[in-house]
């Protein structure tokens, strides 16, 4: 009913920056919290940057003034820009999205996950 679809991951150099986008899409009444989480090998997954309500955003205190996260609301898209890349940062990056379906009902969903590997 609800499809995350997330895109830009790819490898890069330490230094350097991604934009990941997540578009969210389906039957859609409206989208509540939205956010970026990782998965290192070897680690639980972990919260990276989230919106949580109104335009309040939750950072990592690891990628703090080095990864933006933004959303067009009329695209239902949500975007994550990363910069200074570290070495550390490798992981696969997953989109996250509280959705109304209804009024009354809303959901919890999950993208496939898109890897980023920054090489030293």
């Known amino acids: 009913q609800v499809q995350l679809v997330e895109s830009g991951g790819g490898l890069v150099q330490a230094g350097g920056s991604l934009n990941l986008s997540c578009a969210v899409s389906?039957?859609?009444?409206?989208?509540?919290?939205m956010g970026w989480y990782r998965q290192a090998p070897g680690k639980q997954r972990e919260l990276v940057a989230i919106f949580i309500s109104a335009g309040s955003t939750k950072y990592a205190d690891s990628v703090k003034g080095v990864f933006t996260i933004s959303r067009d609301n009329a695209k239902n898209t949500l975007y994550l820009q990363m910069n200074s890349l570290k070495p550390e940062d490798t992981a696969v990056y997953y989109c996250?999205?509280?959705?109304?379906?209804?009024?009354?009902?809303?959901?919890?969903?999950w993208g496939q996950g898109t890897q980023v590997t920054v090489s030293s």
């Open positions: 389906g039957r859609i009444f409206s989208i509540n919290a």
């Open positions: 996250h999205a509280d959705v109304k379906t209804t009024e009354w009902v809303s959901w919890v969903y």
